[in-house]
């Protein structure tokens, strides 16, 4: 075979119908898996690669995935955490020919705007950010119909949707482990904003380490809000004017260990020396964590590879139907860097 082949001619090529093909190359369950490799090596020799509004033709589908973004988390948008986990998820869905729709709504329209993209068929499906713990968002999902994959969970809701999600709860524990055992005791938190459940679940793991040494966590070393270097370096400041200041800090993100290290700075402190530093690193393409050595010791999970794999959840649900809910749990690695040491005598 040479040369670019429409659906058509690839089909007659395969003496298939182009209704096979086509179900072939969108991964219908029904299409026998022999079928299903033979059409699809067939699509490559020739470089044949249908647009997504000839495959919405040949399936009936929108071949797109919805991300509906609050006007009041737009600012989200802007966030390199988002960028990644769009950036990963853009890259899954190009490779199975959908488009990304990603839709800004005022707040309290944001049940009407997923009603509407149900009734018109304009997305096949949906990825819902920054979950709430009593999130009403997943209800209404359920109720409409449309497969949707939460990128974090509901902890007051029960675990029976589909998810994916970094174990914030012992990622942000082995930190704090990581910490008491080189023999910090006053060890303070620069969390997210703690309306979100991630950023509960991260608190959770730092008070937990922190309990079984049988230390009672201070509330003036918990500090939270938008994870911007701003959050880090006015915390930062704030509670080394204390009495008994901090002598380590875990950061919720590299942006917030940014200004916790901007803010040390200032003073003159030496950081891994008279205090010390565990971030969460989500492996972002431009705010890399160092060279061969890091800087920063911190909790490691690619906040991109999630995007890929969410998208490719939410299209495996499209694909089966009847699939039970997909759900995830990454495991964060922790990687030592240059941030942290023995805490000063």
């Known amino acids: 075979m040479s040369g670019k082949m429409n659906l058509k001619q690839l089909a007659e090529h395969l003496q298939l119908s182009p209704t096979t093909v086509s179900r072939a190359l969108n991964g219908y369950p029904e299409v026998k898996e022999a079928t299903r490799l033979r059409v699809e090596a067939a699509a490559r020799a020739v470089g044949y690669s ?44 190009l490779r199975a020919g959908y488009d990304m729709q990603l839709t800004l709504v005022d707040d309290e329209d944001e049940a009407m705007r997923y009603r509407n993209l149900r009734r018109r068929g304009l997305v096949d499906g949906i990825i819902v950010h920054a979950p709430l713990p009593a999130d009403e968002r997943i209800a209404l999902l359920r109720e409409i119909g449309l497969p949707f994959v939460v990128h974090g969970r509901a902890s007051e809701l029960p675990d029976d949707y589909a998810w994916i999600d970094m174990n914030n709860r012992r990622a942000f524990e082995r930190a704090t482990e990581h910490l008491l055992a080189l023999g910090h005791r006053r060890i303070a938190l620069v969390n997210g904003p ?42 930062t400041r704030e509670m080394r004017a204390l009495p008994d200041p901090p002598t380590a800090i875990v950061a919720a993100s590299m942006v917030v260990a940014l200004g916790i290290w901007r803010a040390l700075r200032d003073e003159g402190v030496t950081l891994g020396r008279e205090v010390s530093v ?56 922790l990687i030592l860097g240059q941030s942290t040491g023995r805490a000063p005598s």
């Open 278 to 333: 565990v971030a969460h690193d989500d492996d972002l393409g431009y705010l890399r964590n160092g060279g061969d050595v890091p800087v920063f010791t911190a909790t490691r999970a690619s906040v991109r590879d999630a995007g890929r794999r969410a998208a490719e959840m939410v299209l495996e649900m499209i694909r089966d139907p009847s699939c039970a809910p997909l759900q995830t749990l990454i495991e964060a690695e």
């Open 50 to 93: 249908p647009n997504a509004w000839a495959k919405g033709l040949a399936t009936g589908r929108a071949m797109a995935i919805g991300h509906v973004m609050p006007v009041s988390k737009s600012h989200e948008m802007v966030n390199p955490v988002f960028g990644d986990f769009i950036t990963g998820a853009s890259e899954a869905y």
């Open 194 to 235: 703690e309306r979100q459940d991630f950023a509960l679940r991260r608190r959770e793991g730092v008070l937990t380490a922190l309990a079984a040494q049988g230390i009672e966590a201070d509330p003036a070393l918990l500090s939270s809000g938008e994870m911007t270097e701003r959050l880090g370096y006015t915390a």
